[in-house]
């Protein structure tokens, strides 16, 4: 049986990449396709499992090197002339499409397509248009974004069965497919992450992790924070950096460590009161990492999120995205700290391990391709 793979574009190793890393661990590929490939070798490695493919990829992305990105207009231009290059060249029995833009839209002679939907397609174009054309820019796209959200969907009814990431996602494709799909978690390295030996109780500061850019929304939480006089450690960096550190300024219970190693990273959330986390994410894969620690999650009530932390047992919710509820949220975690159990929290992120992921995608082939 011969299988390919094809994923939107090799950038940096992130947590799409890692579910691609899954697959390539479950499944012997004989080829490997990509829209672009500007992704560096050390990576490129991790994300194969030590070996170094060879990539093949779109003619017209090539030409566009690392600003690929903004060719977005004419990405269905691209994917026709992609699909146009390769489609007589290569043959195979089973196509998996790992899908946050272009691949689920991707043809060569395949006997059965397969896509794993990564997140919330295209969202620049969907939920997200409002933050990334704000202002006028909104109303100038409008013409493109009409057209793109066509070719979305018309994308979306070439694949013979769709992989959700989460039950949030499946909703979405739904929504805005009107197509069915199948949830299997994507993995997280469970096993990278040793359990905490020191109390939750004894913890003296939360701390909170991620690319520091607006939508993940790290203001509410320092503004919170401050509010209620308790250490926050932010781990990460990004274009906010500078904006948030100029609001946490003259507060020392706020502190940045910018980038840091996982092994640190780790470290630091295994010996944290709890991980706090704002944003709303397609599945989340940082609160199951500080799960896999033992520690407990104070989370907005949105996204996978909701699927990966039970309320009051591995975490609490805040029901709103806004300062007065998370203080509200981080009062409540503080009154039933007795409740979590850091066994226990770390007994649920095995429920999306690595070898999760695995046993539920060979349920899935077994039943819908090895018939």
Avoid at 28 to 47: H, I, P, T
Avoid at 144 to 172: C, E, G, T
Avoid at 249 to 261: E, M, R
Avoid at 279 to 297: H, K, L, M, R
């Amino acid at each position: 049986m011969k299988i390919a793979i094809i994923h939107d574009w090799l950038d940096k190793y992130g947590g799409a990449e890692r579910v691609v890393t899954s697959f390539d661990k479950i499944i012997s590929f004989d080829y490997y396709f990509a829209y672009a490939d500007v992704m560096n070798d050390s990576d490129k490695l991790k994300m194969f499992n030590g070996k170094n493919p060879t990539i093949i990829k779109s003619d017209l992305m090539k030409i566009l090197g690392t600003y690929f990105r903004f060719a977005f207009p004419l990405f269905p231009f691209i994917t026709k002339c992609f699909n146009s290059q390769v489609h007589n060249k290569y043959s195979v029995d089973l196509l998996i499409s790992s899908s946050w833009c272009l691949s689920k839209g991707f043809r060569i002679n395949s006997e059965f397509h397969i896509c794993y939907i990564q997140a919330r397609n295209f969202k620049y174009i969907w939920d997200e248009y409002k933050n990334y054309f704000p202002g006028i820019l909104g109303y100038i796209f409008i013409p493109f974004r009409k057209y793109l959200q066509n070719f979305d969907i018309k994308m979306s009814k070439n694949p013979d069965h769709i992989i959700a990431n989460s039950k949030f996602v499946q909703k979405w494709i739904k929504e805005h497919y009107k197509l069915d799909s199948t949830v299997i978690y994507p993995p997280v390295s469970v096993e990278d992450f040793s359990l905490r030996k020191t109390k939750i109780s004894d913890s003296k500061y939360y701390v909170t992790v991620g690319r520091l850019v607006k939508y993940k929304r790290f203001d509410l939480l320092i503004d919170a924070f401050i509010k209620l006089n308790k250490k926050l450690i932010v781990i990460g960096d990004g274009a906010e950096r500078t904006n948030l550190e100029k609001k946490a300024k003259n507060n020392d219970n706020i502190i940045f460590t910018g980038f840091l190693s996982s092994n640190e990273i780790s470290s630091y959330i295994s010996n944290a009161r709890a991980f706090v986390f704002s944003s709303i994410e397609d599945f989340g894969i940082a609160p199951v990492e500080a799960q896999s620690c033992g520690t407990p999650v104070i989370a907005y009530a949105k996204g996978g999120v909701l699927e990966t932390v039970v309320e009051n047992k591995t975490g609490v919710f805040f029901k709103s995205q806004d300062v007065n509820a998370i203080q509200d949220a981080v009062k409540h975690f503080e009154n039933i700290l007795s409740n979590f159990d850091s066994v226990l929290i770390r007994e649920n992120a095995q429920n999306f391990s690595e070898e999760a992921f695995a046993e539920n995608l060979r349920v899935f082939l077994k039943k819908n391709v090895y018939k």
